[in-house]
């Protein structure tokens, strides 16, 4: 079965260069989410969308920016990076519409470190 | 938001010994979904629960919602069990919005 892409995996930058992560989401699904990790820590929520509109937000960022596109793909643009930005960041993607489970699935991750 | 909390913090075993992860949350939840993140980081679906009782393998779980609590069971565990175990939940006021994750146990399996 398919499951959500995110790329790149793993990606460099440096302090105050910007940095573009991109997600794919199961077909057929509604609903995009993206999840900021740092070391040790729980996934914490940044923000959500669903059919291509913001459905909820968290602490995400005034430099961190995001939107999901007519395919459904999503894109979060981070800017100024910081060495705090260091994470994992994770894209999950859910069948919202009429009758179904919330499930949340997730990719991969991709592991941004700012040096 | 809603409180989520998992026990034990940490938990160190000899494969081949069966353990109980708990999750406990604060308010009623739409969603309930445990998950493993493996030393790679990737974090595995193991089970969506909001209620009742599921087994895969040597895993099972339940959730008493009204209670509002679920178990992680681990049977005959492997040191390819390994890794951090989250529980999750999306509360029973949103349909599109955020999991809350507790802060994960980690279990750590010898050989």
């Known amino acids: 079965a398919a499951g959500v892409i995110q790329s790149p995996r793993h990606l460099i930058k440096e302090k105050r260069e910007t940095a573009t992560l991109k997600c794919y989401p199961i077909?057929?699904?509604?609903?995009v989410y993206w999840y900021q990790q740092g070391p040790g820590q729980d996934p914490q929520f940044l923000i959500s969308?669903?059919?291509?509109?913001?459905?909820d937000k968290g602490s995400i960022p005034d430099r961190f920016s995001a939107q999901q596109f007519s395919d459904y793909h999503s894109e979060l643009n981070m800017s100024s990076l910081e060495l705090g930005d260091s994470a994992l960041y994770f894209c999950?993607?859910?069948?919202?519409?009429?009758?179904?489970?919330?499930?949340?699935?997730f990719g991969p991750g991709t592991r941004l470190t700012v040096t | 938001g809603i409180q989520v909390e998992q026990s034990p913090p940490d938990l160190i075993l000899q494969e081949g010994a069966n353990s109980t992860l708990r999750c406990n949350f604060s308010d009623s939840v739409n969603n309930l979904q445990w998950f493993h993140q493996n030393p790679w980081g990737q974090l595995i679906n193991l089970f969506y629960?909001?209620?009742g009782t599921k087994q895969n393998g040597r895993l099972s779980a339940t959730t008493v919602a009204t209670e509002r609590y679920s178990l992680l069971y681990i049977s005959s565990s492997q040191t390819t069990d390994s890794g951090v175990y989250f529980c999750a939940v999306l509360e029973i006021r949103s349909t599109l919005g955020r999991l809350y994750f507790g802060r994960g146990t980690q279990l750590t399996v010898w050989p």
């Open positions: 077909p057929r699904h509604d609903t």
């Open positions: 999950a993607s859910s069948l919202v519409r009429q009758g179904n489970t919330y499930e949340q699935y």
């Open positions: 629960i909001p209620s």
């Open positions: 969308f669903y059919e291509k509109m913001q459905s």
